[in-house]
Protein backbone atom coordinates (compact mmCIF):
# COMPACT_ATOMS: atom_id res chain seq x y z
CA UNK A 1 0.00 0.00 0.00
CA UNK A 2 1.19 3.33 -0.84
CA UNK A 3 1.51 6.21 1.86
CA UNK A 4 -0.34 9.50 1.22
CA UNK A 5 3.37 10.87 1.95
CA UNK A 6 5.56 9.14 -0.36
CA UNK A 7 4.15 11.59 -3.37
CA UNK A 8 5.24 14.96 -1.15
CA UNK A 9 8.27 14.84 -2.83
CA UNK A 10 7.28 14.76 -6.15
CA UNK A 11 4.77 17.01 -5.79
CA UNK A 12 6.60 20.14 -4.24
CA UNK A 13 9.12 19.36 -7.69
CA UNK A 14 5.56 19.88 -9.75
CA UNK A 15 4.81 23.28 -8.16
CA UNK A 16 8.09 24.03 -7.27
CA UNK A 17 8.05 27.82 -8.93
CA UNK A 18 4.72 28.14 -6.53
CA UNK A 19 6.58 26.87 -3.39
CA UNK A 20 8.96 29.09 -4.04
CA UNK A 21 7.50 31.93 -5.04
CA UNK A 22 5.68 31.26 -1.68
CA UNK A 23 8.84 31.66 0.55
CA UNK A 24 9.80 34.61 -0.86
CA UNK A 25 6.27 36.77 -0.46
CA UNK A 26 6.79 35.40 3.55
CA UNK A 27 10.26 36.18 3.96
CA UNK A 28 10.54 39.64 2.42
CA UNK A 29 6.73 40.25 3.20
CA UNK A 30 8.25 39.75 7.15
CA UNK A 31 11.34 41.98 6.42
CA UNK A 32 9.41 44.69 4.66
CA UNK A 33 6.18 45.55 5.01
CA UNK A 34 6.04 47.51 2.02
CA UNK A 35 7.06 44.02 0.02
CA UNK A 36 3.23 43.12 0.54
CA UNK A 37 1.56 46.36 -0.80
CA UNK A 38 -0.10 46.36 -3.77
CA UNK A 39 1.67 49.04 -5.91
CA UNK A 40 5.00 46.86 -4.64
CA UNK A 41 3.47 43.37 -6.40
CA UNK A 42 2.50 45.46 -9.51
CA UNK A 43 6.03 46.70 -9.59
CA UNK A 44 7.55 43.32 -9.42
CA UNK A 45 5.16 42.33 -12.40
CA UNK A 46 5.93 45.28 -15.01
CA UNK A 47 9.73 44.91 -13.72
CA UNK A 48 9.62 41.00 -14.95
CA UNK A 49 8.04 41.74 -18.07
CA UNK A 50 11.21 41.74 -20.28
CA UNK A 51 12.50 38.58 -18.68
CA UNK A 52 9.21 36.41 -18.97
CA UNK A 53 9.17 37.12 -22.46
CA UNK A 54 12.28 36.26 -22.89
CA UNK A 55 11.82 33.12 -21.07
CA UNK A 56 9.17 32.81 -23.05
CA UNK A 57 10.83 31.90 -26.23
CA UNK A 58 13.76 30.60 -24.75
CA UNK A 59 11.06 28.12 -23.06
CA UNK A 60 10.41 27.16 -26.55
CA UNK A 61 13.55 26.77 -27.69
CA UNK A 62 14.80 24.16 -24.14
CA UNK A 63 11.06 22.01 -25.53
CA UNK A 64 12.46 20.91 -28.24
CA UNK A 65 16.00 19.94 -26.30
CA UNK A 66 18.09 23.17 -27.43
CA UNK A 67 19.55 26.43 -26.33
CA UNK A 68 19.89 30.15 -27.47
CA UNK A 69 22.30 32.29 -24.93
CA UNK A 70 22.04 35.00 -27.55
CA UNK A 71 18.92 35.93 -26.39
CA UNK A 72 20.77 39.20 -24.63
CA UNK A 73 22.46 40.10 -27.64
CA UNK A 74 19.69 40.35 -29.78
CA UNK A 75 17.81 42.76 -26.60
CA UNK A 76 20.99 44.76 -27.24
CA UNK A 77 21.05 44.93 -30.54
CA UNK A 78 17.33 45.67 -31.06
CA UNK A 79 17.29 48.61 -28.37
CA UNK A 80 20.48 50.20 -29.87
CA UNK A 81 18.95 50.34 -33.51
CA UNK A 82 15.50 51.32 -32.46
CA UNK A 83 17.25 53.73 -30.19
CA UNK A 84 19.42 55.27 -33.41
CA UNK A 85 16.22 55.31 -35.41
CA UNK A 86 14.37 57.53 -32.80
CA UNK A 87 16.74 59.71 -32.67
CA UNK A 88 17.59 60.30 -36.37
CA UNK A 89 21.00 58.75 -35.90
CA UNK A 90 20.74 56.50 -39.10
CA UNK A 91 22.68 57.85 -41.98
CA UNK A 92 20.14 55.97 -44.33
CA UNK A 93 16.78 57.35 -42.74
CA UNK A 94 16.50 61.02 -43.16
CA UNK A 95 15.35 62.42 -39.81
CA UNK A 96 13.95 60.91 -36.40
CA UNK A 97 11.38 57.89 -37.05
CA UNK A 98 8.33 57.83 -34.63
CA UNK A 99 8.82 55.48 -32.25
CA UNK A 100 5.93 53.49 -32.92
CA UNK A 101 7.19 52.95 -36.38
CA UNK A 102 10.87 52.29 -35.04
CA UNK A 103 9.27 49.22 -32.96
CA UNK A 104 7.50 48.10 -35.58
CA UNK A 105 10.46 47.55 -37.86
CA UNK A 106 12.56 46.12 -34.60
CA UNK A 107 10.57 42.74 -34.77
CA UNK A 108 11.82 41.28 -38.00
CA UNK A 109 15.06 42.50 -36.99
CA UNK A 110 14.48 40.42 -33.79
CA UNK A 111 13.18 37.13 -36.13
CA UNK A 112 16.51 37.63 -38.94
CA UNK A 113 18.99 37.41 -36.18
CA UNK A 114 17.15 34.17 -34.99
CA UNK A 115 17.15 32.72 -38.57
CA UNK A 116 21.00 32.68 -38.65
CA UNK A 117 20.74 30.61 -35.79
CA UNK A 118 18.44 28.44 -37.58
CA UNK A 119 20.18 28.16 -40.45
CA UNK A 120 23.64 27.31 -38.94
CA UNK A 121 21.90 25.08 -36.23
CA UNK A 122 18.89 23.41 -38.54
CA UNK A 123 20.83 23.62 -42.00
CA UNK A 124 24.15 22.93 -41.01
CA UNK A 125 23.38 20.77 -38.07
CA UNK A 126 25.82 22.75 -35.83
CA UNK A 127 25.47 22.28 -31.99
CA UNK A 128 22.95 25.24 -30.36
CA UNK A 129 25.03 25.98 -27.45
CA UNK A 130 28.68 26.59 -29.64
CA UNK A 131 25.93 28.28 -32.53
CA UNK A 132 23.83 31.02 -29.97
CA UNK A 133 27.79 31.67 -27.88
CA UNK A 134 29.10 32.83 -31.16
CA UNK A 135 25.87 34.79 -32.44
CA UNK A 136 26.07 36.35 -28.47
CA UNK A 137 29.50 37.94 -29.23
CA UNK A 138 29.01 39.12 -32.42
CA UNK A 139 25.51 40.65 -31.36
CA UNK A 140 27.00 42.37 -28.86
CA UNK A 141 29.76 43.49 -30.67
CA UNK A 142 27.33 45.19 -33.62
CA UNK A 143 25.60 46.80 -30.57
CA UNK A 144 28.60 48.22 -29.35
CA UNK A 145 29.69 49.45 -32.43
CA UNK A 146 26.25 50.80 -33.36
CA UNK A 147 25.95 53.17 -30.03
CA UNK A 148 30.06 53.51 -29.48
CA UNK A 149 29.98 52.24 -26.52
CA UNK A 150 27.74 55.22 -25.46
CA UNK A 151 24.70 55.35 -23.87
CA UNK A 152 21.92 56.75 -25.87
CA UNK A 153 18.91 58.74 -23.90
CA UNK A 154 15.90 57.99 -25.66
CA UNK A 155 13.29 61.42 -26.24
CA UNK A 156 10.03 61.60 -23.44
CA UNK A 157 7.89 59.82 -26.52
CA UNK A 158 9.83 56.55 -26.23
CA UNK A 159 9.67 56.66 -22.68
CA UNK A 160 6.05 56.89 -22.77
CA UNK A 161 5.49 53.83 -24.73
CA UNK A 162 6.64 52.04 -21.40
CA UNK A 163 4.57 54.18 -18.68
CA UNK A 164 1.83 54.11 -21.16
CA UNK A 165 -1.80 52.61 -19.60
CA UNK A 166 -5.00 51.04 -21.30
CA UNK A 167 -7.81 50.84 -19.04
CA UNK A 168 -5.34 51.03 -16.18
CA UNK A 169 -2.95 48.29 -17.05
CA UNK A 170 0.97 49.41 -17.30
CA UNK A 171 1.32 48.46 -21.31
CA UNK A 172 4.32 46.02 -20.53
CA UNK A 173 2.17 43.81 -18.74
CA UNK A 174 -0.36 44.02 -21.88
CA UNK A 175 2.32 42.63 -23.91
CA UNK A 176 3.46 40.30 -21.75
CA UNK A 177 -0.04 39.17 -21.45
CA UNK A 178 -0.03 38.81 -25.23
CA UNK A 179 3.27 36.89 -25.94
CA UNK A 180 2.38 33.99 -23.24
CA UNK A 181 -1.16 34.08 -24.53
CA UNK A 182 0.12 33.67 -27.65
CA UNK A 183 2.78 31.39 -26.92
CA UNK A 184 0.48 28.90 -24.54
CA UNK A 185 -2.01 28.33 -27.51
CA UNK A 186 0.99 28.06 -29.92
CA UNK A 187 1.98 25.03 -27.87
CA UNK A 188 -1.00 23.85 -26.58
CA UNK A 189 -2.86 23.85 -30.05
CA UNK A 190 -1.43 24.55 -33.24
CA UNK A 191 0.21 20.89 -34.25
CA UNK A 192 3.60 22.31 -34.75
CA UNK A 193 3.52 23.26 -30.49
CA UNK A 194 2.54 19.61 -30.03
CA UNK A 195 4.89 18.19 -32.72
CA UNK A 196 7.99 20.82 -30.62
CA UNK A 197 6.46 18.24 -27.64
CA UNK A 198 7.48 15.19 -29.29
CA UNK A 199 10.53 15.93 -30.84
CA UNK A 200 12.14 17.70 -27.44
CA UNK A 201 10.82 14.12 -26.37
CA UNK A 202 12.51 11.82 -28.77
CA UNK A 203 13.99 13.73 -31.99
CA UNK A 204 14.74 10.15 -33.67
CA UNK A 205 11.20 9.04 -33.03
CA UNK A 206 9.44 11.96 -34.38
CA UNK A 207 11.81 12.32 -37.28
CA UNK A 208 10.23 8.77 -38.24
CA UNK A 209 7.34 9.32 -37.70
CA UNK A 210 7.31 11.82 -40.32
CA UNK A 211 7.07 15.20 -38.39
CA UNK A 212 10.43 17.93 -40.25
CA UNK A 213 12.22 18.00 -37.29
CA UNK A 214 14.84 20.44 -38.97
CA UNK A 215 11.49 23.41 -39.57
CA UNK A 216 10.75 22.93 -35.81
CA UNK A 217 14.13 23.95 -35.10
CA UNK A 218 14.78 27.04 -37.66
CA UNK A 219 11.30 27.75 -36.53
CA UNK A 220 11.51 27.68 -32.40
CA UNK A 221 14.91 29.92 -32.71
CA UNK A 222 13.31 32.62 -35.23
CA UNK A 223 10.27 32.63 -32.31
CA UNK A 224 13.27 33.31 -29.55
CA UNK A 225 14.90 35.58 -31.69
CA UNK A 226 10.99 37.70 -32.18
CA UNK A 227 10.54 37.67 -28.32
CA UNK A 228 14.25 38.87 -27.40
CA UNK A 229 13.67 41.76 -30.18
CA UNK A 230 10.30 42.20 -27.74
CA UNK A 231 12.00 42.22 -24.61
CA UNK A 232 14.53 44.69 -25.63
CA UNK A 233 12.06 47.05 -26.66
CA UNK A 234 9.74 46.51 -23.60
CA UNK A 235 13.15 47.08 -21.34
CA UNK A 236 14.31 50.33 -23.14
CA UNK A 237 10.76 51.86 -22.82
CA UNK A 238 10.61 51.22 -19.29
CA UNK A 239 14.34 52.38 -18.62
CA UNK A 240 14.31 55.11 -21.50
CA UNK A 241 18.11 54.63 -22.19
CA UNK A 242 20.68 52.15 -23.95
CA UNK A 243 23.97 51.85 -22.12
CA UNK A 244 26.63 50.03 -23.04
CA UNK A 245 25.28 47.20 -20.53
CA UNK A 246 21.64 46.84 -21.71
CA UNK A 247 21.05 42.69 -22.03
CA UNK A 248 23.75 41.65 -20.26
CA UNK A 249 23.35 37.93 -19.19
CA UNK A 250 19.43 38.25 -19.22
CA UNK A 251 20.06 34.85 -21.22
CA UNK A 252 20.34 33.20 -17.34
CA UNK A 253 17.78 34.68 -15.92
CA UNK A 254 15.37 33.56 -18.34
CA UNK A 255 16.56 30.20 -18.80
CA UNK A 256 16.49 30.13 -14.70
CA UNK A 257 12.75 31.35 -15.36
CA UNK A 258 11.80 28.81 -17.99
CA UNK A 259 13.37 25.90 -15.93
CA UNK A 260 12.15 27.05 -12.31
CA UNK A 261 8.63 27.06 -14.30
CA UNK A 262 9.10 23.21 -14.90
CA UNK A 263 10.66 23.22 -18.34
CA UNK A 264 13.31 20.51 -18.92
CA UNK A 265 16.67 21.14 -20.03
CA UNK A 266 16.83 17.96 -22.19
CA UNK A 267 13.48 18.81 -23.93
CA UNK A 268 9.79 17.42 -24.22
CA UNK A 269 8.57 18.90 -20.82
CA UNK A 270 7.61 22.38 -19.74
CA UNK A 271 4.59 24.95 -20.21
CA UNK A 272 5.17 28.97 -20.98
CA UNK A 273 1.46 29.49 -18.68
CA UNK A 274 1.88 29.13 -15.98
CA UNK A 275 5.15 27.75 -15.32
CA UNK A 276 7.57 30.21 -16.87
CA UNK A 277 5.81 33.27 -16.27
CA UNK A 278 5.77 32.06 -12.75
CA UNK A 279 9.16 31.68 -13.07
CA UNK A 280 10.43 34.92 -14.21
CA UNK A 281 7.91 36.29 -11.65
CA UNK A 282 9.84 34.80 -8.46
CA UNK A 283 13.17 35.74 -10.07
CA UNK A 284 12.04 39.71 -9.99
CA UNK A 285 10.17 39.02 -6.73
CA UNK A 286 14.13 38.12 -5.53
CA UNK A 287 15.73 40.89 -6.90
CA UNK A 288 12.89 43.13 -6.09
CA UNK A 289 13.07 42.17 -2.25
CA UNK A 290 16.95 42.66 -2.02
CA UNK A 291 16.78 45.96 -2.75
CA UNK A 292 13.91 47.01 -0.10
CA UNK A 293 15.71 45.29 2.82
CA UNK A 294 18.87 47.17 1.64
CA UNK A 295 20.94 43.96 1.39
CA UNK A 296 24.22 44.27 -0.20
CA UNK A 297 24.22 44.78 -3.45
CA UNK A 298 27.22 42.06 -4.19
CA UNK A 299 25.44 40.03 -2.85
CA UNK A 300 22.67 40.24 -5.46
CA UNK A 301 24.78 38.01 -8.04
CA UNK A 302 25.12 35.51 -5.53
CA UNK A 303 21.76 35.18 -4.69
CA UNK A 304 20.96 35.06 -7.99
CA UNK A 305 23.46 32.29 -8.57
CA UNK A 306 21.86 30.46 -6.14
CA UNK A 307 18.51 30.81 -8.13
CA UNK A 308 19.77 29.02 -11.20
CA UNK A 309 21.75 26.39 -9.45
CA UNK A 310 18.41 25.60 -7.55
CA UNK A 311 16.32 25.80 -10.77
CA UNK A 312 18.95 23.33 -12.18
CA UNK A 313 19.09 20.67 -9.27
CA UNK A 314 14.83 21.25 -9.32
CA UNK A 315 15.09 19.88 -13.16
CA UNK A 316 17.83 17.39 -12.44
CA UNK A 317 15.45 16.19 -9.45
CA UNK A 318 12.76 15.81 -11.88
CA UNK A 319 14.14 13.73 -14.11
CA UNK A 320 15.00 11.65 -11.48
CA UNK A 321 11.77 11.51 -10.31
CA UNK A 322 9.97 11.02 -13.60
CA UNK A 323 12.90 7.80 -14.46
CA UNK A 324 11.91 6.36 -11.54
CA UNK A 325 8.02 6.65 -11.96
CA UNK A 326 8.62 4.99 -15.37
CA UNK A 327 10.83 2.69 -14.58
Same mark, same amino acid.
Given at each position: ?5 ? #? ?150 FLAI?? #? ?31 ? %? ?5 REAA ?40 ? %? ?35 ? #????GLVM ?6 ? %? ?27
Open positions: MRRPWS #ALPGALLRWAPFVFLGLVVLVFGAMSRNFLTIASLRNILVQSSSVAILATGMTIVLLTGGIDISVGAIMFLAAAIAGKLVLGQVAAVPGPVPPLAAVLLIMPLGMLFGAVNALLIAGLGMMPFVVTLATLFIGRGLSLSITQTRALNLPEEGQ #ARILGVPFPILVLAAVVAAAHLFLTCAPAGRQI %YAMGGNRKAGINTRRLTALVYVISGLCAAVAGIVSVAQLGAVSPTFG %YQREFPAIAAAVLGGTSLLGGRGRVLPGTLFGAVLIQ #AIESVNADPYL %YPVVIGATIFAAVLVDRLRQVGGARARG
